[in-house]
């Protein structure tokens, strides 16, 4: 009886019961819920005669899908449509990124505009974007704006360079020949900027002087190119999409099509994430105190040098945070193609590939990871960018 | 006068410099592409008079369509005799609310206490039909008010969940520290959309095959398992923002873990992040509509119903901009509210 107390008074002190017994009723709960949906997933599998595992991501698909980066149609495996799907994810986010950065910089700024109009104006637009939830958007832009875009035989056509209808956009296709030395052309202007930037740090701690890097960046990365291309004989040719009438029935074929599909998304997409980076970028211009610009001129820096040094890096500071939680929900937003038929990652994998396969479990499971493992990286590089500017901070 | 002064006022403000004055001109030039054309389709040259589709003769909007469909858009296929029982349960929502603005702080927590144990019950025994009334299937539900519902379910259920969460994540027992954060990050790397599908078609595998959970219940249980994730990182701040001498204050009058939060630490964190709840029932409310992909007749589906309607073809402008019109209005003016909760708090901390 005393061994039984002594053993425990040793064990309290070991293992405290008071930390240790919610942590083990936690793991022992979690771990039952997860035997016993396994357990009725079984059961329930082998009732409807579906086997579990990932063996059909090797197996025909059997259906085709509307856009695509790389060749895909039913004859090609389930694994490949999951490929396709990703790129497209990977595509309209990509897009979605730049365009909602350029517009929310623009909108951001205008809202501080002295122009009593122009802030109304970007306050309108901020405010009417992002209260309106992001399926209606991309259901108006679909159903209301793209699918009353004039047939194909009445297309617009502007500049002779992008053709509108309601069966998409047509860009016309870049085609060159000795593609590579373009390639070398930036690679050699890269490593002749990095050359630059050394040699004008260098100068500026021996004289206090140095060159302006970025404009000549700029002429590098236009000019090197340009010269290797013309050495290289470089051909750059476009190929129009061509009107042409099959069965009485008017067609563009070639060229560079997005569909509205895309479009549709894209555009959605876009504005509503640049409202919101419009908010971000107006808070940080607007955190920088005035004693930081009145500083900046009392030590003697002209106007662009002190936006340079003083502004934009502490501003940047304060924008990049939410900015890229914007990002963020701009890639996973992305999955609401699903409504309109896009063929991204959700309405390829979880809609199609679902229902053709009937394997609900793995296909949910891959599609989540999928999303979980892009978020995350997002979230690393954010980190990591978070702790570089804490330490300049110091 | 008058006219001087506007003038003054423009030259000031817009035509300052060469540079203003065109963006000035510019901004004129957009209104007015867009604005009178805008007001004439919507307003003067609308068909507001009507049954049919018919009835619309002039270029304008015809807003006939969202008069015939309106009750389809509200409530779905909820049958229309029991219609007052959802209006019911929103006016006990909206009065318990706006009693809030008139009682003491002393009585502000009863009324919170009433929302969320006791309202729920209410609405559900008003809106599924018991004691007699007529009961209404949940697939029956449907239009603005199933939008409505799923967000205030959902807001309503992740609360807990979500404060369990936070304390979690900042509690010093490894296992429930890493489970939380596990579980917060988990759900807030994925698109509800994810969410939506998993309960829609993977849940019910992972049931007995005779256990039957409703479609409707087993989205509501994802979005407020999904919302929870986000409360708990609101609430998180919350708790952050407190001073250390809280905790210590709360540990030296003899308090335990559970005491010390619920009534000296979780009180002052959660009424600091109001606001923040506030923001992330917004961002619910404009999300819910997804529920539109699942095969729930939502607002936007009935929308996407009756414009398929060979009555009504070729009216999706007229009931998307009705549906677009809700949903900035009801976000708008609560998303301006939450701010001023915001500033009101802000200034109180001053």
Request: charged share 10%.
């Amino acid at each position: 009886m005393k061994k039984l107390s002594n053993f425990k008074n040793n064990l309290s002190k070991n293992l405290q019961w008071q930390n240790f017994l919610p942590q083990f009723f936690l793991l022992l709960f979690f771990c039952l819920l997860i035997f016993y949906f396994t357990r009725n997933a079984q059961i329930n599998l082998l009732a409807r005669n579906i086997t579990s595992g990932f063996d059909f991501l090797s197996t025909n698909s059997g259906f085709d899908v509307q856009f695509s980066l790389i060749p895909y149609d039913g004859s090609f495996s389930f694994g490949r449509a999951y490929l396709v799907g990703l790129l497209n994810t990977l595509l309209v986010s990509f897009f979605g990124i730049i365009f909602a950065s350029i517009l929310g910089f623009i909108i951001g700024i205008s809202r501080l505009s002295e122009n009593l109009l122009l802030s109304k104006l970007s306050l309108f637009y901020v405010e009417l974007f992002r209260n309106l939830p992001l399926i209606l958007q991309i259901f108006f832009w679909y159903f209301v704006v793209l699918r009353n875009l004039p047939s194909t035989e009445k297309s617009l056509i502007l500049l002779n360079f992008l053709i509108i209808n309601v069966q998409g956009f047509y860009f016309p296709k870049f085609i060159f020949t000795n593609f590579p030395f373009v390639l070398y052309g930036i690679i050699f202007a890269i490593l002749t900027i990095f050359l630059v930037k050394y040699y004008s740090n260098k100068m500026f701690y021996n004289t206090g002087k140095y060159l302006p890097v970025f404009k000549l960046s700029l002429v590098f990365l236009i000019l090197f190119p340009l010269i290797f291309s013309f050495l290289g004989n470089v051909g750059l040719k476009f190929e129009q999409a061509k009107l042409i009438q099959n069965f009485g029935i008017f067609n563009y074929v070639g060229g560079v099509k997005l569909v509205p599909e895309f479009l549709a998304l894209l555009f959605a997409l876009s504005l509503y994430t640049s409202a919101f980076i419009a908010e971000n970028v107006r808070a940080g211009i607007l955190s920088i105190s005035k004693g930081q610009k009145e500083a900046a001129k009392s030590i003697g820096l002209n106007n662009s040098l002190s936006l340079k040094l003083i502004i934009i890096p502490q501003a940047l500071r304060v924008i990049i945070p939410p900015t890229t939680n914007q990002y963020l929900n701009l890639v996973k937003n992305s999955s609401l193609a699903a409504g309109i038929g896009y063929p991204d990652l959700t309405s390829v994998f979880a809609g199609t590939s679902l229902s053709q396969t009937g394997k609900a479990i793995e296909i949910i499971f891959i599609v989540m990871m999928t999303y979980l493992s892009i978020s995350l990286f997002i979230s690393l590089i954010l980190n990591w960018y978070n702790k570089k500017i804490a330490f300049i901070s110091k | 006068m008058k006219i001087k002064n506007l003038i003054n006022w423009s030259k000031q403000n817009l035509f300052s410099s060469v540079f203003n004055s065109l963006i000035s001109l510019f901004c004129i030039y957009l209104i007015i592409i867009s604005l009178p054309p805008f007001i004439d389709w919507a307003f003067l040259s609308a068909t507001f008079e009507g049954k049919l589709k018919t009835d619309c003769k002039t270029s304008g909007a015809c807003w006939v369509f969202v008069k015939v469909w309106f009750e389809k858009f509200m409530y779905g296929f909820y049958p229309v005799e029991n219609i007052w029982r959802i209006n019911l349960s929103f006016l006990i929502l909206i009065l318990s609310i706006a009693a809030s603005f008139f009682v003491k702080d002393k009585f502000k927590i009863y009324i919170l206490f009433f929302l969320i144990f006791i309202f729920p019950i209410i609405a559900f025994i008003l809106i599924h039909g018991s004691f007699g009334m007529q009961i209404v299937e949940s697939r029956e539900w449907g239009g603005l008010a199933l939008t409505f519902i799923l967000a205030i379910f959902g807001i309503i259920f992740s609360f807990p969940l979500g404060v369990l969460l936070a304390l979690g994540r900042r509690s010093e027992l490894p296992v429930i520290k890493y489970f939380s954060i596990c579980f917060i990050e988990f759900w807030r790397g994925i698109p509800l959309i994810t969410v939506l599908f998993a309960a829609a078609v993977m849940f019910p595998l992972l049931l007995p095959a005779d256990t039957y959970v409703d479609k409707t219940l087993r989205i509501a249980i994802g979005i407020a398992i999904f919302e929870s994730a986000y409360i708990a990182e609101v609430v998180r701040g919350g708790l952050q923002s407190l001073s250390k001498g809280q905790y210590d204050a709360a540990k030296s009058l003899g308090m335990g873990y559970w005491k010390m939060n619920i009534f000296i630490i979780l009180p002052q964190a959660i009424k600091t992040v109001i606001p923040g709840i506030a923001n992330t029932f917004i961002a619910l409310l404009k999300d819910t509509p997804l529920i539109v992909l699942v095969g729930m007749a939502e607002i936007l589906g009935m929308i996407n119903l009756a414009k398929a309607n060979p009555y009504w073809l070729g009216m999706a402008v007229e009931g998307y901009v009705f549906a677009a019109a809700i949903f900035w209005v009801v976000s708008y003016f609560l998303s301006s509210y939450s701010q001023k909760l915001e500033n009101k708090y802000s200034t109180e901390k001053k």
